[in-house]
């Protein structure tokens, strides 16, 4: 068999090349479009989509080679080579990957679907026809979908298999860390972009901190180098003796008292070592009001959805706080005018209050106790593969090497193809 798997966030290529080893493991050849982390894990790479990682209208740009890509994964599924498309992420340009999957007869998956129950909900019209399985990251996701006709599936966020995995550096928690200094960690993005418009806030943030608690430490983990340059020019006019590292993220959060971070999948990694944290989005004035039209939550961060398990209030109003919800881990702070006085004196009060960090701490290890399980890289490799054999015994008749479980769970599912799609998949997944 061979997959083709479609990934081009930084974080859609870690979670590619999980299930690229996965697959393998079940000897399944991967070949697609991805970044360095796919590549490494063995997946045949045609494309690095990791370099057009931007948002909105700076996406324009690219449009040529966009076009050019999508042509190409185009003539690779009209090969007739290709048993399966897994997409990861990155919508824009995955809907015309999946749009030519569909055209020559491809199964696609949508792995990390979009947030569409969160903003523009109409899009699950173009999800269910262009799209065979949705493996959802959370756990709320499989029954919204359930409802509007998709054929859903739970397998867990990825990003909990690599946390599972990682190591953090002794020597450098050692040499680093200072149990009587509060070390605040400041987090502003993965995208160049992302750090462009949530530096300066967090800077001031941590100016305003430090006035207040002059003992506090400050550091800022970035993604990659050229990011770190940038940040460390920008330091170097501030008034803050900060300190700027490259992939350290992990051990920065681990060490800190708490931390400043850009709304996003470091949400998790937060939740998964228990740091209380404040969460910034800077919008420009029509991203804010836009974000009230097409917002259908009142909560970007992923962890403030898993503990209210809430996501039909609408969005906050431009200029509204969700910072005093108590009843979710995380304050955010995601206006269009700069929130740095409200977010330093939300982490004074912290910091002078230790039995409230420690109600934060309590209440997001609930939190991953309930969510961070690893696995759901294999559970959805498994899910994949036994889907795509069901296939083949129902179309192609052929039950060579297959257990006895599974061709009768083809049969079965044959047998009630007179019912609706949505009652077929679920006999199908009960029989397997």
């Known amino acids: 068999m061979r997959v083709f798997i479609s990934a081009g966030e930084p974080s859609g290529d870690l979670h590619g090349a999980n299930l690229v080893q996965e697959l393998q493991d079940q000897g399944i050849h991967c070949v697609g479009f991805g970044g360095p982390r796919m590549q490494e894990a063995g997946c045949q790479l045609y494309q690095d989509l990791t370099q057009y990682a931007v948002m909105f209208l700076q996406a324009l740009k690219y449009l040529p ?40 007869g491809v199964p696609v998956f949508y ?46 966020h990825p990003y909990f298999d690599e946390l599972h995995q990682r190591q953090l550096d ?34 001031e943030s941590a100016v305003r901190i430090k006035q207040q608690l002059p003992q506090t430490s400050f550091a800022v983990a970035c993604y990659h180098p050229a990011q770190a340059e940038f940040v460390r ?36 990694e937060l939740m998964y070592h228990e740091k209380p944290s404040i969460i910034v989005y800077r919008l420009k004035p029509l ?32 200029g509204e706080a969700t910072g005093g919800d108590r009843n979710v881990p995380f304050p955010e702070f995601a206006w269009m005018k700069n929130p740095a006085p409200e977010i330093a004196a939300l982490a004074v009060e912290w910091l002078r209050d230790p039995v409230e ?13 309930k969510f961070a399980r690893p ?9 994949l593969i036994e889907q795509l054999r069901l296939t083949a015994v129902m179309d192609e008749g052929s039950d060579q090497d297959l257990p006895a479980s599974m061709i009768g769970a083809a049969a079965a599912a044959a047998r009630m193809a007179k019912h609706s799609q949505v009652d077929d998949n679920i006999a199908s997944r009960r029989a397997a």
Not at 243 to 266: F, H, M, N, Q, W
Request: proline share 5%; with cysteine; net charge positive.
């Open 170 to 203: 002794p020597e450098f928690m050692q040499e680093y860390g200072d149990p009587r200094t509060p070390l605040v960690t400041l987090l502003p993005g993965s995208r160049n972009q992302e750090v462009a418009a949530n530096l300066e806030c967090l800077l």
């Open 287 to 318: 991203q804010a009001i836009g974000k009230w039209f097409v917002m259908t939550c009142r909560f970007i961060t992923l962890v403030n959805l898993l503990a209210t398990d809430d996501i039909s209030r609408k969005a906050a109003r431009p």
């Open 65 to 104: 080679q966009m076009w050019a890509h999508y042509r190409q994964a185009d003539q690779i599924f009209a090969s007739g080579q290709i048993d399966a498309v897994v997409l990861i992420d990155f919508p824009g340009f995955n809907w015309w990957v999946a749009k030519a999957a569909k055209r020559h």
């Open 111 to 156: 792995y990390g679907v979009p947030q569409m129950w969160g903003w523009l909900p109409w899009r699950v019209h173009k999800l269910r026809r262009l799209v065979d399985h949705v493996l959802c990251k959370l756990p709320f996701e499989v029954p919204w979908f359930a409802e509007r006709g998709v054929t859903a599936h739970y397998v867990g």
């Open 375 to 383: 696995g759901a890289s294999s559970r959805a490799a498994q899910y």
């Open 357 to 369: 960090l420690q109600r934060r701490r309590q209440q997001l290890s609930e939190l991953k106790g």
């Open 233 to 268: 020019e920008v330091v170097a006019a501030s008034q803050l003796s900060i300190d700027v590292y490259v992939k350290r993220t992990p051990e920065l959060i681990e060490l800190s008292t708490l931390c400043l971070a850009c709304s996003g999948s470091v949400s998790l």
